[in-house]
């Protein structure tokens, strides 16, 4: 039974892998938003901005772009499943010998790769304009298992969204609070610099934790307790999500 549902999920994603190779145009839109925001903040604003961290202000503010980057992504997933509901693909995979939670899995298969795709491209812009890091191997893998388990997370948001969605729109709109979100955190500047209530609400969203870990993990500084409140976030907001979305899933496929 797992060995059948593990061929459906490979044959379903390699199929999701295609259509997104024939339109790379998708991975390019994702990563030019960040990378915009990366050139307004280094090069335009950034002089005006202190965040009393030791490093450039790009090293400082790369965490909270990965995080958009991510966030602009996961809207394609919703925007394709949505396509596929429409199209009455679903209907057909149905009247076929497929494991129902492939279909779901290709889709959110797809996603993390073409995320860490988007991912790649912008820190490779980040180098070329100047961010550094003496990382070690070992908390580049913790900073990767990070983002991944964040792409995760969100793309099964995104799939609940794709399948309650009742037009293209609303099927990628639920992104844009999601992308809005890292600029009330620590991603741009420290927490301390906002007013009162809106400081409070920074420093106890989900961003902000995940942002402070990612960046000492970076910086070679220590994570502390934080990385346990991003982890704890990340597997709550995952779980949640996952059940709601296969929950939806069989209701409306019945």
């Not at 901005?49 to 503010?61: E, F, H, L, Q, V």
């Amino acid at each position: 039974m797992t060995a059948h549902v593990l061929a459906d999920t490979r044959a379903l994603t390699g199929r999701s892998l295609r259509h997104v190779l024939r339109s790379p145009d998708t991975i390019i839109t994702t990563a030019v938003t960040p990378i915009a925001l990366m050139l307004l903040f280094v090069f335009v604003l950034g002089g005006a901005i202190r965040t009393g961290a030791p490093g450039s202000y790009i090293d400082y503010m790369l965490p909270g772009i990965l995080l958009i980057t991510i966030a602009s992504g996961i809207a394609y997933t919703s925007y394709r499943l949505f396509l596929d509901l429409q199209g009455g693909i679903f209907e057909r995979f149905q009247s076929m010998p497929i494991a129902r939670s492939s279909v779901l899995w290709a889709h959110v298969l797809t996603s993390l790769v073409a995320n860490t795709v988007s991912l790649a491209l912008v820190v490779g812009v980040a180098l070329l304009m100047g961010f550094r890091s003496g990382a070690s191997p070992l908390a580049w893998l913790a900073v990767a298992g990070i983002l991944l388990l964040f792409t995760l997370a969100l793309t099964w948001v995104a799939v609940i969204a794709g399948l309650s969605a009742k037009s293209v729109d609303g099927a990628s709109a639920f992104s844009y609070p999601l992308i809005f979100l890292p600029f009330i955190s620590s991603a741009f500047v420290p927490t301390d610099s906002m007013p009162g209530p809106v400081a409070w609400f920074a420093e106890h969203q989900p961003v902000t934790s995940i942002v402070d870990t990612v960046r000492a993990l970076l910086a070679q500084e220590p994570v502390g307790s934080g990385i346990w409140v991003a982890l704890a976030w990340l597997v709550g907001i995952l779980v949640v999500a996952y059940g709601c979305a296969v929950a939806i899933y069989r209701k409306r496929l019945g």
